[in-house]
């Protein structure tokens, strides 16, 4: 069974960029059969999808945050990260990271919660 988790910091200062890593067990990131994406959720909206990589490491971002948005990934470690840079308050949100198959979250991680304030 996959598990996802979360890490990294929970409060950066406005400007500076966020980092998060997910840790996959149970599975290959490598695995063609899945896709791997970040989403998060501000306090009182939806669900935002953020981005997205493949098995063989193409990326796809939001229209939305593209400009500020890095997924990449280790594959020795099974493991992929978000970077979002210049962040400002508005990012403050639960941070998930996702299995993605056929188009859809099948498998989430626990989320994470990051306060963007100085």
């Known amino acids: 069974q996959v598990q996802l988790q979360e890490s990294g910091p929970g409060l950066v200062k406005p400007s500076q960029t966020l980092s998060l890593t997910c840790t996959v067990s149970?599975?290959?990131?490598?695995?063609?059969?899945?896709?791997w994406s970040w989403i998060r959720q501000p306090p009182g909206k939806g669900l935002e999808w953020m981005g997205v990589?493949?098995?063989?490491?193409?990326?796809y971002y939001s229209p939305s945050l593209k400009s500020r948005t890095s997924i990449f990934r280790d594959t020795s470690k099974n493991m992929f990260s978000l970077q979002l840079s210049s962040v400002t308050p508005v990012d403050t949100a639960v941070y998930y990271c996702?299995?993605?198959?056929?188009?859809?979250?099948?498998?989430w991680g626990q989320g994470t919660q990051v306060t963007v304030s100085s």
């Open positions: 990589i493949h098995y063989d490491g193409s990326t």
């Open positions: 996702a299995r993605i198959s056929w188009r859809v979250p099948r498998d």
């Open positions: 149970g599975e290959s990131i490598t695995n063609n059969d899945y896709a």
